[in-house]
């Protein structure tokens, strides 16, 4: 069964602590996003992959950090630097080059008090 | 100035009626467009493309795209209360050779019964 996966749904977190969002995929796509999307806003790129080992920031970078040592994972940090992390999560796949087929996973809701 | 600009809504429409969604974007190189459907506290689901000037029907759906004024839009036929969603509109622009699409903030449909 293909897809993208995200854990967990929802995630807890004290102010000031670093938490770290999980993304994985089984659909053999070079490709991977991470975006934000806050309540009635559109989605904002943090940061994407298309390659294992190399990544690009994204319009909303500041704050968050990312890994791609595998090409099935692809996992985003929050970090204490990001001044407004609480925010609905989501991570996407697609083929190089074709980001227009992007596949979602589930999302993570991230809350921050 | 957005790149992508949708009226976030909420647009009501009575059930059967035909919801139209509209779309403007920046850049005027832009290729490939699409539109995103999300239900509330979901992940995006992409149910329309459209690459050329004209209309492209698939089943309740249209999408229409005027290169030369700069706008897409999405018409649903005899709209059901199962298209209440979140509407984003998607735009790969020139400069992401493929790579990224960028999101408008979305519109809300309430289709009523």
């Known amino acids: 069964d293909g897809g993208i996966t995200q854990s967990p749904k929802y995630l807890f977190r004290k102010e000031g602590q670093n938490v770290t969002l999980s993304c994985e995929q089984n659909l053999n796509h070079d490709a991977m996003y991470w975006y934000r999307q806050d309540p009635g806003q559109g989605l904002r790129l943090i940061y994407y992959?298309?390659?294992?080992?190399?990544?690009q920031k994204g319009d909303i970078a500041e704050g968050y950090s990312v890994s791609r040592e595998k090409k099935e994972s692809f996992p985003l940090t929050v970090t204490s630097a990001q001044k407004n992390p609480t925010a609905f999560y989501l991570c996407?796949?697609?083929?190089?080059?074709?980001?227009?087929?992007?596949?979602f996973g589930p999302g993570t809701r991230l809350t921050v008090t | 100035q957005k790149e992508v600009e949708q009226n976030s809504g909420p647009l009501s429409v009575p059930e059967g009626a035909i919801a139209s969604l509209n779309c403007t974007y920046s850049?005027?190189?832009?290729?490939?467009f699409f539109w995103y459907r999300q239900y509330s506290g979901k992940s995006p689901e992409l149910i329309m493309s459209i690459y050329s000037n004209g209309d492209k029907e698939d089943g309740r759906f249209t999408a229409q795209l005027n290169k030369a004024s700069q706008y897409v839009s999405l018409l649903i036929r005899d709209s059901q209360p199962s298209d209440s969603a979140t509407y984003l509109c998607?735009?790969?622009?020139?400069?992401?050779?493929?790579?990224?699409?960028?999101f408008g903030g979305g519109t809300r449909l309430m289709v009523k019964p």
């Open positions: 996407a796949s697609s083929m190089t080059g074709r980001a227009y087929e992007q596949y």
């Open positions: 998607a735009v790969n622009m020139r400069d992401n050779a493929g790579n990224m699409l960028t």
């Open positions: 850049d005027r190189v832009s290729q490939s």
């Open positions: 992959s298309q390659i294992v080992n190399d990544f």
